[in-house]
């Protein structure tokens, strides 16, 4: 059997073989299976082989092998010597006219076990290697995942509690709104209260001593009176026009104290009836 067919009984690629036999310059099994192991992981392995004509392993002519003086082992290409050095670390080869002899077939046996045996530690290498990486990225992966999680858990109890916030502060605005209108309505009753009292202690003849009323919150935009002795004296200028384009003149009258504006806008109405029903005024309190 050629070495081509034990190679190929062995399992390897017909590319892999033409390789190794053409780089042993077909110097048997050994050195092919050598070279074979040697560079299984090499990239482009299972590449077609280029032909780039024959190749001269040796100078002389009658040189079969090269032989590591260090520990006498034979080899038959240089490409193999080389791999054998960056393994041992041994520099002293020579030329040997020594052929490398064929394995016997319990030797390509040992020698296919042997190979097999690295070709499958190699690969469980890689596998764990794999792995490993694998196992890796995912638990950078669960990180990411976790770090992403706790981030929109936090911003989301972030607005949850400036919603909170939001809230309980409407919350006092509208009691102290409430409140002051409250309290706004319980003053209007008092003032009420007491007016109605004064009045009828001025309808029974009782004299009543008065005090000054608190101004209340629409009374605050009054303006100022002139009041003498009871008696408020008010200026009323109307913004139309009596006619023809010419100004209405303003009209003075002397009002009781105790008149309301319901009396200032009856008064109005009867000295410039061309007013009509347009005349209002910004403010309808008392």
Excluded: Y
């Excluded at 048997?28 to 392993?57: C, F, M, R, Y």
């Excluded at 792995?131 to 929109?152: C, F, H, I, S, V």
């Excluded at 009041?227 to 026009?241: D, F, K, V």
């Amino acid at each position: 059997m050629s070495d081509k067919a034990t190679l190929l009984e062995f399992g390897f690629s017909e590319v892999r073989i033409e390789k190794a036999l053409k780089a042993t310059n077909n110097s048997g099994l050994q050195p092919a299976l050598d070279w074979l192991d040697a560079h299984a992981n090499d990239a482009g392995i299972d590449d077609p082989a280029v032909d780039e004509g024959p190749s001269e392993v040796v100078t002389n002519e009658h040189a079969q092998s090269i032989k590591c003086n260090e520990c006498d082992k034979l080899f038959p290409s240089a490409d193999l010597a080389q791999v054998h050095a960056t393994k041992s670390g041994h520099q002293d080869f020579s030329e040997s006219t020594e052929a490398i002899k064929p394995l016997t077939e319990e030797e390509k046996k040992q020698k296919l076990e042997e190979i097999q045996r690295k070709i499958a530690e190699k690969r469980q290498k890689r596998e764990e290697v794999e792995k490993e990486e694998q196992r890796q990225n995912e638990l950078l992966r669960r990180k990411a995942g976790q770090d992403m999680t706790e981030q929109k858990e936090k911003l989301k109890d972030q607005m949850l509690l400036r919603e909170i916030e939001k809230q309980k502060r409407e919350k006092e605005d509208d009691k102290r709104a409430k409140q002051k209108i409250k309290d706004q309505i319980e003053q209007d009753k008092r003032d009420r209260a007491r007016r109605v009292a004064l009045e009828k202690a001025e309808r029974d003849g009782e004299v009543v001593e008065k005090k000054a009323e608190p101004v209340s919150m629409l009374q605050s935009g009054l303006p100022k009176i002139a009041a003498e002795g009871g008696l408020a004296r008010l200026q009323i200028r109307p913004m139309l026009l009596a006619g023809k384009g010419s100004p209405t003149p303003p009209v003075t009258h002397v009002f009781a104290a105790d008149q309301t504006l319901k009396d200032v806008i009856e008064f109005v109405k009867k000295v410039m009836p061309h007013v009509g029903s347009h005349f209002k005024l910004s403010l309808s309190f008392p």
